[in-house]
């Protein structure tokens, strides 16, 4: 059962997915196709490293320690469906589609998520190495019990994402357009660039105060002792 979103004064709170899934099938077919069409079906331990599923649609799955090491799923649609375990390393799903996700545990690096459109997305636990959400769109969206090394939001936009008792990693926010996010359960919260788009964010006064340095640095401020 998700935890509803409570948000703060000033903030609105992320809508999180409430997923009600009717047991799945399992999945007895081959590989991964592209532009296929998977409803009410569950994958378990599937190994799709290097298989081709761009543009397939998933309705009401759930997948379940599933190997996606360099698997294509470049503009598929990922809809009211659970990925619990997956792992894999470069999986490709430039300009996919995730509504009503939840993606728990997962263990990735280097995911291409660049022109993807994220609503109504809950990822809770496990750890994503380099994630790439340039130009990618961001609503309602939580990220919960995680740790996120490097992720690249440049000109992404991002609306009612919240960050919650997760470690954000030297974050990539150039040119990104904030409004309404929540990064005040972000433990550290780090940010190699951007730090200028923080405009529309909420921060606690302590994350303040760790920021100090970098904001100075893109003011041109010296501080010296």
Request: net charge negative; charged share 30%.
């Amino acid at each position: 059962m998700t935890r509803r979103a409570v948000g703060g004064p000033g903030v609105k709170a992320a809508r999180r997915p409430e997923l009600r899934l009717p047991a799945p099938e399992r999945y007895e077919g081959g590989g991964l196709e592209p532009d296929g069409d998977y409803d009410g079906l569950e994958f378990r331990e599937a190994d799709f490293a290097g298989q081709d599923g761009g543009g397939a649609r998933f309705m009401d799955c759930v997948l379940t320690g599933c190997a996606l090491d360099g698997t294509r799923l470049s503009r598929a649609r990922v809809l009211d469906s659970v990925l619990a375990g997956v792992r894999g390393v470069g999986t490709d799903l430039a300009g996919a589609t995730l509504r009503d996700v939840e993606l728990t545990d997962a263990r990735l690096g280097g995911t291409q998520l660049h022109g993807a459109a994220l609503e109504r997305v809950l990822i809770r636990g496990g750890k994503i190495d380099f994630l790439n959400l340039r130009s990618a769109r961001l609503q309602d969206v939580v990220f919960e019990g995680c740790v996120l090394v490097e992720p690249d939001f440049g000109g992404a936009l991002l609306e009612r994402v919240e960050f919650v008792d997760c470690a954000l990693k030297d974050a990539d926010l150039s040119g990104a357009t904030l409004k309404d996010v929540d990064l005040r359960g972000a433990a550290p919260l780090e940010i190699a660039r951007g730090v200028d788009r923080l405009s529309g964010a909420v921060i606690s006064t302590a994350q303040l105060l760790d920021l100090a340095p970098v904001l100075a640095g893109e003011r041109g401020i010296r501080v010296e002792g």
